[in-house]
């Protein structure tokens, strides 16, 4: 389904508002900024990279608190407080003369916009609008979602040619928290019912956080997604980083560059429509995994990107792999994890994914620092993809204990 449904529509557009600020405003644009801010500055690009997964660490830590506070307080709160908050500390960064203070401003900006306004928070709000059909929320969303990329990375890559890195990160400091007011404003709600059990089957009593958490953990599929989410992470994190730089390495101009990347995103749209007979024929976890093998690919295809042929059938293959994780993943995270909690569990997952996702920015720059070339980064990014299909493929887990579902377990939400 590509639009929700005519009484979902403005609070679909204000959460994709929300998605489109919080990555387009600094975890896309990073990629496009690494090189000139290394080249302005004298900074290295492991340090920038250390700025760059502090700030994913930071997001990915805060996720289960952006993610009870959704529950908590709804969407309102939750994404103004990220807005502001997140824009400051990303004007800040701007500004800076040290590393020091750039990556703290970066890190706490990025991370404070990234808890609040990833996919964790959007996602579970959108499950909310419509329970007992999720997909009709989440599917549309993520199409909203898949234009971060295209829109920001050429823009970005215009305004520091134009205006310099400086005035290039204000301006999208300035977004960041645009959006995500903006979203605030049309998006309310998003806040966990209270008349909700935990799960199917569960006691109306067991509805604290803690309890809904020991029942996840005990249910195998959930220990085989916080798997897939380190996997996904690590290879995910260093793609959408050093894309870019790597294309540009490799012989391509920065503006041709960060253009593919940027279509990279326009072709996840390839991955996020006419899902719904896949998921009812195969159900969520293993599409994940042949995705996961479609990532790996595109790994091979941008460490072969000298010529606009390449990299162009790069931004096609990468589109439809990352573009499909993202409903995939929210579809089957949303079927297996307890509902009552689902904005904090989901935020929990997240934060999993959010360490492993600072990790590899980190450890692709220091690889790449020290080889001189951004190539071995990329090896690192398709073991991490390997990993995530992996901990997706074979049998089919099987829930267990109090929190089996009496559905099944891959296509308990479909779309419709």
Avoid: K, N
Wanted: charged content about 10%; aromatic content about 6%; some cysteine.
């Amino acid at each position: 389904m590509i639009l929700p449904p005519p009484d979902l529509r403005r609070p679909v557009v204000g959460l994709g508002l929300v998605t489109l600020a919080a990555y387009g405003g600094w975890f896309y644009g990073f990629g496009v900024l690494v090189q000139p801010i290394a080249d302005d500055t004298g900074w290295t690009v492991g340090m920038l990279g250390a700025a760059y997964a502090a700030a994913q660490l930071l997001a990915g830590l805060g996720a289960t608190l952006g993610g009870r506070l959704l529950d908590r307080r709804g969407g309102r709160i939750t994404f103004t407080v990220g807005g502001a908050l997140g824009a400051l500390c990303l004007g800040v960064a701007s500004t800076a003369t040290t590393p020091l203070v750039f990556g703290a401003a970066f890190a706490v900006g990025g991370g404070l916009a990234g808890a609040t306004g990833f996919y964790h928070v959007t996602m579970a709000a959108a499950r909310r609008l419509r329970p007992d059909r999720p997909a009709v929320a989440i599917g549309p969303l993520t199409i909203i979602g898949a234009f971060a990329s295209p829109i920001f990375l050429p823009i970005t890559a215009w305004a520091v040619g134009v205006h310099g890195w400086r005035p290039t990160l204000v301006g999208l400091a300035v977004t960041t928290g645009v959006g995500l007011l903006l979203g605030a404003a049309i998006a309310p709600g998003g806040r966990a019912d209270d008349g909700l059990p935990v799960g199917p089957g569960e006691h109306e009593a067991d509805v604290s956080l803690r309890a809904a958490a020991a029942l996840a953990w005990a249910d195998p599929r959930v220990r085989r997604l916080l798997l897939f989410a380190v996997g996904y992470g690590v290879g995910a994190s260093i793609l959408l980083a050093y894309q870019v730089p790597t294309m540009a390495s490799l012989g391509l101009p920065l503006a041709t560059a960060a253009t593919l990347a940027g279509a990279r995103g326009f072709f996840q749209l390839l991955g996020r429509v006419g899902l719904d007979g896949m998921v009812q024929r195969f159900g969520s976890r293993r599409p994940l995994a042949g995705v996961m093998v479609l990532a790996v690919v595109a790994c091979l295809l941008l460490g072969g990107s000298t010529t606009v042929v390449v990299g162009a059938v790069y931004a096609v293959v990468g589109g439809a792999a990352l573009g499909a994780h993202s409903p995939l993943f929210g579809i089957h995270a949303t079927s297996v994890l307890p509902p009552r909690h689902l904005g904090a569990l989901v935020g929990a997952v997240q934060s999993v994914g959010g360490v492993a996702s600072a990790a590899g920015p980190l450890l692709g720059g220091l690889v790449a620092q020290a080889t001189g070339s951004y190539l071995p980064a990329v090896v690192v990014a398709a073991a991490g993809f390997a990993v995530a299909g992996l901990a997706m493929a074979g049998p089919r887990p099987s829930a267990s204990g109090p929190s089996a579902r009496r559905t099944s377990p891959d296509r308990a939400a479909t779309l419709p």
